[in-house]
Antibody, heavy 119, light 107 residues
Framework: QVQLVQSGAEVKKPGASVKVSCKAS????????MHWVRQAPGQGLEWMGR????????NYVQKFQGRVTMTRDTSISTAFMELSSLRSDDTAVYYC????????????WGQGTMVTVSS | DIQLTQSPSFLSASVGERVTITCRAS??????LAWYQQKPGKAPKLLIY???TLQRGVPSRFSGSGSGTEFTLTISSLQPEDFATYHC?????????FGGGTKVEIK
């Protein structure tokens, strides 16, 4: 079936970087943009950016410009999100999600990856 | 950036009640609005897209309406499995912003 499977939980120290992976299966990876959304504990959803899997082109929300890098490896149908210079307020669950361009919606979501930033 | 304001942020309702959640956009977004349901510890689940189109497999007690700047999600008869947090999202432009969420709890 169509699914996105993310890498496991991470614990990082302030100032470090984290790289989260999102492996797609059950569909053609290059047919759908991949987005990253995060959710801090008890908070709402925050869109971070997206990657075009064909061109590798990205759009990032201004808040994360310079700290976030989204990449993909089409040979293994996997998207990656790397966040650097981590702070305690980056502690959150990070989700990947596929954008269905035909219906303009995020129709498939990964299970989420908890990233904890703590000294 | 387009801001989405959901109201209420919290509501308490009984099984069988009709529930309505509102999402207001800071500028017109046509019908580029989606609604998601999220349960604790789980990823969001798509309920409605294009403001009023029910995602396949979602019960018909869920419905969406609106266009432009004002949208509503209605649950016609609340069921025990509907107690969750609901999020709206605009897909008219980047960044793809979300509303603040509405938590629906059992009365």
């Amino acid at each position: 079936q169509v699914q996105l499977v993310q890498s496991g939980a991470e614990v990082k120290k302030p100032g470090a970087s984290v790289k989260v992976s999102c492996k797609a299966s059950g569909y053609t990876f290059s047919d759908y943009y991949m987005h990253w959304v995060r959710q801090a504990p008890g908070q709402g959803l925050e869109w971070m950016g997206r990657i075009n899997p064909v061109s590798g082109g990205t759009n990032y929300v201004q808040k994360f410009q310079g700290r976030v890098t989204m990449t993909r490896d089409t040979s293994i149908s996997t998207a990656f999100m790397e966040l650097s210079s981590l702070r305690s307020d980056d502690t959150a669950v990070y989700y990947c999600s596929r954008e269905n361009l035909e219906f303009d919606t995020f129709d498939i979501w990964g299970q989420g990856t908890m990233v904890t930033v703590s000294s | 950036d387009i801001q989405l304001t959901q109201s209420p942020s919290f509501l308490s309702a009984s099984v069988g009640e009709r529930v309505t959640i509102t999402c207001r956009a800071s500028q017109g977004i046509s019908s580029y609005l989606a609604w998601y349901q999220q349960k604790p510890g789980k990823a969001p689940k798509l309920l409605i897209y294009a403001a009023s189109t029910l995602q396949r497999g979602v019960p018909s007690r869920f419905s969406g309406s609106g266009s432009g700047t004002e949208f509503t999600l209605t649950i016609s008869s609340l069921q025990p499995e509907d107690f969750a947090t609901y999020h709206c999202q605009q897909l008219n432009s980047y960044p793809r912003t979300f509303g603040g969420g509405t938590k629906v709890e059992i009365k």
